[in-house]
């Protein structure tokens, strides 16, 4: 039987995994109380910048839910899951969500660095769905209001969910310093690796770049073990 949640560390870093089932009845939970949720999708580059900086690590601790984007973080952590692997690299739990968030008509409000970032996320939400309900978007590149601006533009549309895809550490500050003051079920932060997809919305496979971060990530994760032990 599948493992509702699972918890690792790697490098230091604690994490939960949550199998596909488990992370659907939590977001069912999520779009249904009175707090802000937030979500962290974790990848290699994450982790190996979480490893030197105290602040970022608890920033993603602190997240409601983490998700992995590659199976190879879970057995780093020491977890082997045929069942989870198959998961992450069918991208079963961004397809049922995007499903589920357009079947129930919820708004989302995007945020992003740059115009390109805005167009890749825009991009890979359609081809999850064409019936997403986008509210709201904010470049910070086009409109440098800091956090203030950002937080009145998502509060004055009032949307179910808040997508950033922006980068780290700055994605997991802004959760951490504005979570209390935004008005939204869920605040996901979702990477460019899970939005780059087949046609049938599997994760693609890196190119010669990935090849060389997953080398460099497991080189750290097994210097890491190897001090720790000594």
Known sequence: MQTKVQRLSVMGVRLKDYSVRESMRRINTYLNND??????????????????SEELKKNIEDMDMTLMTTADILTAGGIESYYREKEIESNLFLKGLFRKLAKEKRKLFLLSDNADKMKMLKDGLNRFSDELIIAGEYIN??????????????????????????????????????????????????????????EDGKIKKGGIGAFFVR????SAVANYERKRAE
């Open 141 to 198: 590149e086009e409109k440098p209001g800091g956090d203030d601006g950002v937080v009145n533009d998502i509060n004055s549309v009032l949307p179910d969910f808040v997508l950033l895809n922006i980068s780290s550490p700055a994605a997991e500050d802004f959760v951490s310093s504005n979570r209390a003051r935004i008005n939204a079920k869920v605040i996901m932060i979702v990477r460019d690796v899970s939005l780059k997809t087949t």
């Open 35 to 52: 707090k802000c949720n937030t979500i962290d999708f974790v990848t290699r580059d994450l982790l190996l910048n979480a490893a030197g």
């Open 215 to 218: 080398r460099f990530f497991h």
